[in-house]
């Protein structure tokens, strides 16, 4: 299956994410921190980003996609949120797979990893 990489300074979401992907049969690592999830995914070189687009310390996941980009290019971008996705400017948006807004359902991460994962990059 794939690998992911889950950017999210919200321990119980990167806890809960690990644990459904894994069960469907996804190499799984998770940072919760722009700098962190840099250094992990340029180790892991997942071909999938799952990265909240608020962080505590003021920055967003959008930072570790565009960091991890050149590095690996055909990785594709999940972006979560707590707020509207019109909220996020749209050139933000440009590039990313999907948004989904917090709380989202298990059934609709499930489905949006596997559309990533078989969608032709």
């Not at 999940?78 to 989904?100: A, D, H, K, M, S």
Request: overall charge negative; charged content about 25%.
């Amino acid at each position: 299956m794939s690998r992911v990489l889950i950017v999210d300074d919200e321990k119980i979401y990167c806890d809960q994410l690990t644990l459904i992907l894994m069960r469907e049969s996804h190499e799984v690592r998770s940072a919760s921190s722009v700098e962190k999830g840099i250094q992990v995914g340029l180790e892991f070189r997942p071909n999938l980003l799952v990265a909240d687009w608020r962080l505590a310390d003021g920055r967003n996941g959008i930072e570790v996609a565009r960091a991890l980009a050149s590095a690996i290019p055909d990785l594709l971008t999940i972006l979560i949120t707590g707020c509207l996705v019109e909220e996020i400017p749209r050139e933000t948006r440009q590039g990313v797979f999907r948004v989904l807004e917090k709380p989202f359902s298990l059934d609709e991460v499930v489905t949006t990893i596997h559309d990533a994962a078989t969608s032709p990059v």
